[in-house]
């Protein structure tokens, strides 16, 4: 597959009044992976992930089937071997437009929080555009937190501060490796909800082992599973996200996620 | 009651000591009482003094080289990979090496005065700091260098400066910790640089001054100069270690094992 046949993706073809900006172009994402093992163990072989741009695409399996890999690989953490290939839809290469999202919030704890979400400039010698830090703060709803240090906040405001960095450089590919899975339920909801909002139009690769975040996030969920790793069909519920889990719409895809989960648990018994 | 207890420990000490010398009724070049170290040590003040400011300068001279020289060291080694097998052997012979072996030649070739005091100092507080430091910058956590590392992925300079900014606002912060438990170290035997250095030739200091008293049966004396110089020895490690935790406010184990 080439980058000639991304084109049925939305954003490939950007008007050519925001032509150029990446903010605004929401990015489509192909990775073609022909191998990858550990060591003497293969993980998984020839899978194909396309990321739709401007949509949230969750990865959903049990751990050990590779998923962190994959994000790890789209990342740039892991180098590409053989003929394994990442095309985006304006044939650029993603490298530079990506930001990340990791399972603990990854904050600098002598940092306050405004410097935490500026870190990214500092690290490449840039004078930190604090004013947009502020208002990234401001969205996530810790506006009478700026100066705070991460020691003194909630393991959610923490989770909160570490969203408004992975959007403080405003790359239009976000890869989230579960995010929200260290958060009490009623917390992940509601972070669950800022997310959807402020990640709209970006193109994002959410990694989680919990179906229902899956269900109210995902445009487009792929489950994960066997040994070596398969990946399956895509599943696309209808509604807009953030959804909620209790709808009689999602309860089909919810068994059809489970019966493919369990697929896993059937290869190894 | 906590900033009492040191004081409690002490006064009990003196006197046990006072008991002792007073039922053991010892001649006083053997174990004088502390009564009469305390009045030789208002009686000499002056003398001691003065001793007492050569070796506190040898100390913190000492202690300033062997501090900026092991974090100098521990950069170097953690950022150029190669510089490692050079440098570490160093590192260690410094620690493994007697320095009553070397403070000999150190004065034969620099002299009675405090030069070589201060590289007896700087050579006993290097390994340390440098190990210190050096395990601190090796620990920072992969995840964060990995977000480091996507995060410079747009960084418009090269290499050397983005590895420069990452040790600026990550590696090195991440190591303040480490580094200041081995300069807590070093503040704790950086005296034992200076008097080692005195007791091998010196016109002046503490150690020149107990070396003296003792070869003139002035057990009193000797005393005396202990006393100041375990003073100084435990002030300068409650003064870094303050400094460090008002320095590292952020630092998650506030709680020292002195305080």
């Known amino acids: ?269 | 009651m906590r900033f009492f207890r040191p004081g409690i420990t002490i006064i009990g000490l003196f006197l046990i000591w006072a008991l002792i010398a007073a039922i053991a009724g010892l001649p006083k070049f053997i174990l004088p009482s502390p009564q009469l170290v305390l009045v030789t040590l208002f009686d000499k003040a002056e003398l001691i003094a003065g001793h007492a400011v050569t070796t506190l300068t040898e100390i913190l001279l000492g202690l300033a080289f062997g501090v900026a020289f092991g974090m100098i060291s521990a950069l170097l080694i953690s950022a150029y990979r190669p510089v490692r097998q050079w440098v570490l052997p160093l590192v260690i012979a410094s620690q493994a090496i007697p320095v009553f072996a070397i403070a000999p030649l150190l004065v034969l070739w620099l002299g009675y005065g405090i030069g070589p005091k201060v590289i007896v100092g700087a050579l006993i507080i290097y390994f340390p700091v440098t190990i210190g430091f050096l395990d601190g910058l090796n620990r920072t956590g992969p995840a964060w260098i990995n977000l480091a590392s996507l995060l410079q992925q747009r960084s418009s300079h090269g290499r050397i400066l983005n590895s420069y900014y990452l040790y600026r606002h990550i590696k090195i912060p991440f190591a303040l910790p480490a580094l200041a438990s081995g300069i807590r170290i070093a503040a704790a035997v950086a005296p034992i640089g200076a008097i080692v250095g005195e007791w091998v030739g010196s016109s002046s200091g503490l150690g020149f001054l107990m070396l003296h008293a003792n070869a003139r049966v002035q057990t009193d004396l000797l005393f005396a100069s202990l006393l100041v110089l375990t003073f100084m020895a435990v002030s300068l490690y409650y003064i870094v270690d303050y400094g460090l935790r008002l320095a590292l406010p952020w630092q998650p184990d506030q709680k020292n094992l002195l305080s």
Request: proline content about 7%.
């Open chain 1, 1 to 269: 597959m080439t980058s000639s046949n991304l084109s049925h993706l939305p954003g490939s073809n950007p008007s050519p009044e925001n032509y150029g900006d990446q903010a605004t172009v929401p990015l489509g994402v192909e990775l073609v992976l022909v191998k990858l093992s550990f060591g003497e163990t293969l993980i998984l072989e020839n899978l194909e992930l396309i990321l739709p741009a401007g949509q949230i695409t969750c990865l959903l399996g049990p751990s050990g089937v590779g998923k962190t890999s994959i994000l790890k690989i789209l990342a740039g953490f892991i180098p590409l071997t053989g003929n394994s290939r990442i095309t985006c839809s304006d044939s650029l290469p993603l490298h530079s437009r990506v930001s990340y999202m990791d399972q603990s919030d990854l904050l600098l704890p002598w940092a306050s929080v405004v410097e935490n979400v500026a870190i990214g400039a500092r690290l490449r010698g840039e004078r930190p555009d604090l004013m947009r830090a502020r208002e990234i703060l401001c969205d996530v709803g810790l506006k009478d937190w700026l100066s705070a240090r991460p020691d003194i906040l909630s393991g959610g405001m923490r989770q909160r501060v570490a969203l408004a960095r992975t959007l403080m450089d405003d790359c239009p590919v976000v890869l989230m490796d579960e995010p929200f899975s260290a958060l009490d339920a009623l917390t992940k909801l509601r972070l669950q909800d800022m997310a959807a909002k402020l990640l709209h139009g970006k193109t994002v690769l959410l990694i989680t082992h919990d179906p229902i975040e899956a269900l109210r996030l995902g445009h487009v969920i792929h489950v994960l599973s066997g040994s070596p790793t398969r990946i399956s069909n895509a599943i696309r519920p209808d509604e807009a996200i953030p959804r909620d889990p209790a709808s009689d719409s999602l309860k089909s895809h919810y068994s059809d996620i489970m019966e493919k989960l369990s697929q896993t648990e059937a290869d190894i018994t």
